[in-house]
């Protein structure tokens, strides 16, 4: 096959690129560039990607907006003498901020500081704090985590989006694989369950709708109205929190009735009977479990016959799409541990079209030892594994380590130095950690060095001492995964990079060769790691290569199949990766409501209301959300509440009445839109910026800092609230 990246079109050439950005389709991309001037001018998805299939999602078909945007960072940047940090105003010139400095003056400054720094306080008060700003192989996690290990610094337990729901696939099955995409289209059922196929998995909607023209149900399982729940058949509007008493109550009807594969069961299963006997008891019976997820008795035992007869072969097998929304409840974990054992009650993974998928991330088997060398802590000044710092609890590790009672948090703040020095790349912690009141005034320390590399002056940025310019996925290459499909890709760099932007691979290989001079794990490039990443020598990956990458664009992974060439993940005991080699279903899980929720230690008293900080449709996390088009697509939802109409009429509000929302640890202003996008008892705002929001604040003033019961992770949808009508509105 000639070189996707090398097709000559007329007037111009076409790169073939992947989007790197935090979401599961990682899309085959193809980059027109004008040969004369070296501009991208044109942006379409590849049609021959067998899941993205030549189409993008509205955020990135207007990336060109964000490569090209006149605000974009662009060169090394150093604040002011004198002025000190602090949120900015959005309006506000950078170079009134900062002065601009060359590459080789910001990277002296870099590395004199962090040397002082580890010297005065030791390295392990050097902080990292990234996340999935990238999700390619080197931009994630490479020669950033060579360059800390060797430094010696913190290591960062990278937590906020999706430990606690890959940690309970690992304790079910061993590793995190599912459902192929492509598969969906052969479902007879569908269940969405936490999760927005058609704002943030748009590829698979395709699959379903093909599905669905075949006579296939779809059923949303969520406490918010999504644009996918509108268009479902059915819509279960489940109170926050309680989505694994709901899975127990499925499996109590299940078992009840006898819709179970015994022979599944008996041989991929471990458990199977004492899951059945917990399954049964009472207290998971529909009528009861109907009082505490506000979902019918009679909806329970519909969807419960209907997933047990697909999974008996009648109406078409039954397909979970199980979204990261479940599992960021403070019970989350075991929520998804009880969910992603009904495809093994049923024993649907034997079935093309049944099963579950959460992430295939585990499929992808690439060499992350080799890339990362934690072995080079060995070898730093500490000679051992260093502390680690969980990036769910940032703003009591900017706040509390070092100081007297700081480490014995209940909610795990380690031992150890304060934190002296801060590095973020690949995120926007002033905007997505959690209690974002401590965050801030963590980052406020005049005591705390803080470098950002991005590619715009975020809320972040106005916390920093020094800002790099990053570049975007048009300007690297990347090795690419997927936690969406299962296909093997290379990205391109289609354009230069613009100004002096320089990505992550060069930024940390640079200072590791400016600090460490005699190490040679600094002196790889791109194909190198790339070769590297690709040699792990597991049969997944057999066959592909980086030449052969380079040439197709994108590549399946070779995993196995069965008599007919279908690949059905956990159909056969080959697939599971646990200890015993089947299937764990012991501990059975027990729900226990989350101690913020109406039903938990905290219900019922100050606060009553459940809070959904919510992602905004044309945003992917906190990026995107400066760009003016992206805004203009966003305008009707930013700033404002969502509210049913039993709860405001409690409180005397009506639709566009301006509210604070408050608990113990923050407030927002917001305006109020009454309706049924949200069940009585429940309260939802979108995600913004910061210095975008109406009052300088977003929804993580609200959030908490506790821990998922697995995994470690964020608990934003376990918060509580109470909404006051502001004095003076109508």
């Not at 990246?5 to 935090?22: E, N, Y």
């Not at 009141?437 to 002056?457: A, I």
């Not at 019922?604 to 697509?633: C, I, V, W």
Request: charged residues 20%; contains cysteine; glycine residues 12%.
């Amino acid at each position: 096959m000639a070189s996707v990246s090398t097709a000559i079109r007329t007037g111009g050439k076409t790169v073939h690129a992947v989007c790197t950005h935090d979401c599961p389709d990682s899309c085959g991309v193809l980059v027109t560039v004008d040969t004369l001037t070296g501009r991208a001018v044109k942006l379409q998805g590849d049609p021959a990607h067998p899941v993205t299939r030549g189409f993008l999602c509205g955020k990135v078909a207007r990336y060109l907006d964000r490569v090209y945007a006149p605000d974009r960072l662009l060169y090394p940047m150093r604040r002011r003498k004198g002025v000190a940090k602090g949120p900015l105003p959005a309006a506000t010139d950078p170079a009134r901020i900062f002065e601009r400095i060359g590459w080789e003056e910001a990277l002296e400054e870099i590395a004199r500081r962090l040397q002082q720094i580890a010297d005065q306080f030791g390295p392990e008060s050097i902080l990292p704090y990234s996340y999935a700003g990238t999700i390619g192989q080197l931009g994630y996690g490479s020669m950033d985590r060579r360059f800390f290990h060797r430094l010696g610094a913190s290591q960062l337990d990278r937590t906020i989006c999706s430990s606690a729901g890959g940690e309970a696939l690992k304790q079910v099955y061993g590793v995190r694989l599912g459902t192929p995409p492509q598969d969906f289209a052969h479902a007879g059922l569908i269940l969405v369950w936490g999760g927005n196929v058609h704002g943030n998995n748009i590829h698979l909607w395709p699959f379903m709708e093909q599905a669905r023209r075949g006579g296939a149900r779809l059923v949303v399982i969520d406490p918010y109205s999504t644009r996918t729940a509108a268009l479902a058949d059915e819509h279960l509007a489940i109170h926050p929190g309680t989505d694994g008493l709901l899975a127990l109550s499925l499996m109590h009807v299940l078992f009840r009735d006898g819709y179970e594969d015994a022979e599944y069961l008996r041989e991929c299963t471990n458990g199977a009977d004492q899951l059945r006997a917990h399954a049964l008891r009472a207290e998971h019976a529909p009528q009861q479990a109907s009082a505490v997820t506000g979902i019918p008795a009679e909806s329970i035992e519909r969807l419960a016959r209907a997933y047990g007869a697909a999974g008996q072969g009648r109406g078409g097998p039954a397909a979970i799409r199980l979204n990261y929304g479940v599992q960021r409840s403070q019970n989350g974990g075991t929520a998804v541990r009880a969910v992603s054992m009904l495809p093994l009650i049923t024993g649907s993974w034997k079935q093309r079209g049944g099963g579950l998928l959460l992430s295939v991330s585990g499929a992808f088997p690439f060499d992350s030892q080799r890339l990362q060398m934690p072995e080079l802590m060995q070898a730093g000044p500490l000679g051992r594994t260093a502390r680690t710092v969980n990036m769910s609890a940032l703003g009591l590790a900017l706040t509390e380590l070092g100081s007297e009672g700081g480490a014995a948090s209940e909610r795990s703040a380690p031992t150890g130095p304060p934190v002296k020095a801060l590095f973020v790349y690949n995120s926007n912690p002033a905007a997505v950690a959690p209690d974002s009141g401590r965050v801030l005034r963590g980052l406020r320390r005049p005591d705390l060095f803080t470098v950002v590399h991005e590619q715009f002056f975020t809320d972040t940025t106005d916390y920093a001492d020094l800002v790099l310019p990053a570049t975007t996925f048009l300007e690297s290459k990347e090795l690419m995964g997927a936690y969406g499909h299962l296909f093997a890709q290379i990205s391109q760099p289609a354009i230069a990079p613009r100004g002096e932007a320089r990505s992550n691979v060069w930024l940390f290989g640079e200072l590791g060769k400016r600090m460490f001079p005699a190490e040679p794990a600094f002196a790889d490039d791109e194909d190198q790691l790339i070769d590297q990443a690709l040699g792990s020598g597991h049969p997944y990956l057999e066959g592909i290569t980086r030449r052969r990458l380079e040439n197709e664009g994108h590549v399946a992974l070779s995993l196995p199949k069965d008599l007919h060439g279908e690949t059905l993940p956990f159909s056969t005991r080959e697939w599971f990766a646990t200890p015993g080699g089947r299937a764990e279903l012991t501990p059975v899980p027990e729900w226990v409501p989350p101690v913020e929720s109406r039903h938990g230690a905290e219900g019922g008293g100050r606060f009553p209301l459940e809070f959904l900080a919510r992602k905004a449709d044309h945003y992917m996390n906190s990026t995107f959300a400066n760009l003016p088009g992206h805004r203009q697509m966003e305008r009707s939802m930013a700033g404002v509440l969502e509210m049913h109409p039993i709860d405001a009429s409690e409180r005397g509000i009506v639709s566009g009445d301006r509210v604070r929302v408050w608990n113990r640890r923050g407030q927002l202003t917001l305006t109020v839109s009454v309706g049924f996008t949200v069940p009585a008892g429940v309260v939802a705002s979108r995600m913004d910026w910061q210095k975008l929001s109406v009052d300088g604040q977003n929804g993580n003033a609200l959030t908490s800092e506790r821990l998922t019961d697995l995994g470690r992770g964020a608990t934003f949808y376990s918060t509580l609230v109470e909404v006051d009508k502001e004095l003076g509105t109508k």
